[in-house]
């Protein structure tokens, strides 16, 4: 249920015009940024709660289950 309500914050970041970047922070602790909504790739019907990021040398594969916030990358930088 959890990766279902990410997914939908993910799709509504991704649609927010205009585009602000954002960060989706995992359980162990790392941060992934999404400078364009392009880097990300996901079944936007939650058929699959994997994901997949590619961002300049950054290549992903993830899963929604594994993500325990997003937020806006402007916001997180206030908290690093």
């Known amino acids: 249920m959890r990766a279902d309500a ?9 649609h927010q015009a205009p585009f602000r970047p ?3 922070s995992m359980e162990n602790g790392d941060r992934v940024t999404i400078g364009h909504p392009e880097n990300i790739a996901f079944d936007p019907e939650g058929g699959s709660p994997d994901f997949y990021v590619i961002s300049g040398r950054i290549r992903l594969f993830g899963t929604f289950d594994a ?4 937020a806006t990358a402007d ?3 206030h908290l690093a």
């Open 6 to 14: 990410i997914r939908n914050e993910v799709l509504r970041m991704i």
């Open 22 to 24: 954002f960060v989706l």
């Open 75 to 77: 916001s997180v930088e």
């Open 67 to 70: 993500v325990s916030s997003v």
